[in-house]
């Protein structure tokens, strides 16, 4: 766990201001965490909304698959299998709103299965992403890592923040933990 301290000057105008300055500094410090892309398992990254757009980017890493946990008409990245015909990168989007209530659970599957199949063949590479590359893309990262590798949801959460930082909304950690419970009860250890 990371410690931040940062000094917060007491001599300002008035409160309003202080209390201003402070939310800056602690905004910079909360963006200065997020990259733009991380790999984070063999040959898939995590990434936002910038590392999606670059084009020549993706080519330059070898990526071939890309899943979009924000596609859709609101807080989306505009992507789509059209944006990157021309690049021979198979996608998949997923219409996910990053609100608590949104059941992202019901494409934990489906994620799983095209991340699994991309990384069937060695020289394939897959790009997750969202907007921000913390919430959406992040669960459905945790989903396949716990159900491809048998991570439990904190192992699976501390494996990926080694290497981004990622905070799925209470909702999704919730599905996550739901995930995880059923796969112990399904386990193989749990039925001797």
């Given amino acids: 766990m990371k410690l931040l301290y940062f000094w917060v000057p007491t001599q300002t105008k008035n409160k309003c201001d202080n209390s201003v300055l402070v939310l800056q500094m602690v905004r910079d410090l909360l ?22 757009l670059e084009r020549p980017g993706l080519k330059e890493l070898g990526i071939t698959h890309v899943l979009n946990a924000a596609e859709g008409k609101y807080n989306n990245v505009l992507t789509g299998a059209e944006y990157y ?23 934990f599957y489906p994620a799983t299965r095209f991340i699994s199949e991309a990384l069937g063949q060695p020289q394939n590479k897959v790009l997750v992403h969202c907007v921000m590359g913390r919430s959406r893309s992040a669960s459905l990262v945790l989903a396949y890592l716990m159900m491809e590798q048998g991570l439990t ?7 990926v923040r080694r290497r981004r930082c990622v905070l799925p909304n209470h909702g999704f950690l919730k599905q996550l933990r739901t995930l995880c419970n059923f796969n112990d009860q399904h386990s193989p250890s749990a039925t001797l």
């Fill in 31 to 52: 963006l200065a965490e997020i990259d733009f892309l991380n790999k984070f398992s063999g040959m898939c990254c995590l990434g936002n909304r910038k590392t999606a």
């Fill in 85 to 107: 015909t021309d690049m021979d990168i198979q996608y998949f989007g997923v219409e996910a709103d990053d609100k608590p209530t949104f059941n992202i659970s019901q494409f």
């Fill in 153 to 159: 949801v904190v192992d699976a959460i501390e494996h």
